[in-house]
């Protein structure tokens, strides 16, 4: 395809420390793209806010006044990061021929993004970008990531390992993404589901430019979770595993006691009571809100709520097919720059 229309999307909860350097970065990637004639001169960048309580949505719209890239949507209320990344794809594939979602933090490297756009001329729908190495995470961080994965793995959920959200998909690709239709997003394990043909770019990751981490160790264990549970019933088939134990564990130590009984040999056993009592009862308790948890997603889904409300829509009425004067004139002075 010939100069096909990107769109970056860019999912945003209180990034004002890093919004102007990230729409800077993302303008500069555009301008050198269109001057190259891989992408459409009339790309644009659309950030999806949040919710944000800072002054980023006030920030994009001063962007959206003076950069001919930028675009925006506002969500009512802060919904997450997987469902503000939708929301922003779902817009974003009714004027793209390719999109690319990035996070705001600039911590992925935006130089790749030329290589997602190669892949895309060479005919793959979907392309994703993988660390090379962690050496930017903590100790704790890097092994329990690792863990995750190999625990997904194990439970056969096809994900791509050290792949966040950074990732190029064609339109026919959200096209299908449209179709999933649950309540519980996650899309890491969504878009390897819809089986076009797909390929990796391998980078290495920066340190946050400013700002604090939307992902404390609360919100990824929580993430984590929800991925486990959103796509394997492993952890109710292992429950089950562990009741049938329990149970042919307290025949046996029953047969035993019987035993002991009709031998004479019995003796009052405070401890042993008391553990028999704590394990068992942990193991139903664990049972039961494994159980609750995924009762609980059925409830979700069941009630078809919509995932997110629009609020504010810059995307759909800014997006035009004729580039800005100043555009011309800013991707002519790209053109001299590239050409001395």
Not at 31 to 54: M, N, P, Q, T, W
Not at 156 to 181: C, Q, T, V, W
Not at 194 to 218: C, H, M, Q, W
Not at 253 to 274: D, F, H, P, V
Request: with cysteine; glycine share 8%; aromatic share 10%.
């Amino acid at each position: 395809m010939k100069n096909p229309v990107l769109i970056i999307v860019v999912p945003c909860y209180n990034e004002e420390e890093v919004l102007k350097e990230t729409a800077k970065e993302l303008s500069h990637v555009l301008k050198r793209l269109a001057s190259e004639k891989l992408i459409a001169a009339y790309s644009k960048i659309l950030f999806v806010d949040d919710g944000s309580s800072d002054r980023t949505w006030e920030l994009i719209i001063e962007e959206k006044n003076t950069n001919p890239f930028v675009t925006g949507l506002k969500l009512a209320r802060n919904v997450g990061h997987q469902k503000a990344l939708l929301a922003g794809l779902k817009m974003a594939k009714t004027k793209a021929d390719c999109v690319i979602s990035i996070d705001a933090d600039l911590q992925d490297d935006t130089t790749v993004i030329r290589e997602f756009i190669l892949k895309f001329h060479e005919g793959f729908d979907i392309v994703h970008g993988v660390r090379r190495k962690r050496d930017t995470d903590t100790f704790f961080k890097r092994t329990t990531a690792l863990c995750f994965y190999s625990l997904m793995r194990r439970i056969g959920i096809n994900l791509i390992p050290n792949h966040a959200d950074f990732r190029l998909m064609s339109k026919r690709a959200l096209h299908e993404l449209s179709r999933y239709k649950e309540a519980n997003v996650f899309l890491r394990g969504i878009v390897p589901l819809i089986g076009f043909k797909s390929t990796n770019v391998f980078y290495d990751r920066k340190e946050r430019l400013a700002g604090k981490t939307k992902y404390p160790l609360k919100k990824m264990l929580a993430f984590a979770f929800e991925g486990i549970t959103s796509f394997s019933i492993v952890p109710i088939r292992f429950v089950t595993l562990l009741g049938f134990l329990s149970f042919f564990i307290g025949g046996m130590a029953g047969s035993y006691a019987l035993i002991q009984e009709l031998l004479g040999n019995t003796k009052s056993g405070w401890t042993s009571l008391m553990i028999s009592i704590w394990l068992i009862g942990g193991l139903q308790l664990m049972g039961i809100g494994l159980i609750g948890e995924y009762i609980g997603k059925i409830f979700n889904e069941v009630k078809r709520r919509p995932m997110y409300t629009v609020e504010t829509d810059l995307f759909t009425g800014a997006f035009t097919r004729r580039p800005s004067k100043k555009y011309r004139l800013l991707a002519a002075k790209e053109l001299k720059k590239r050409g001395s």
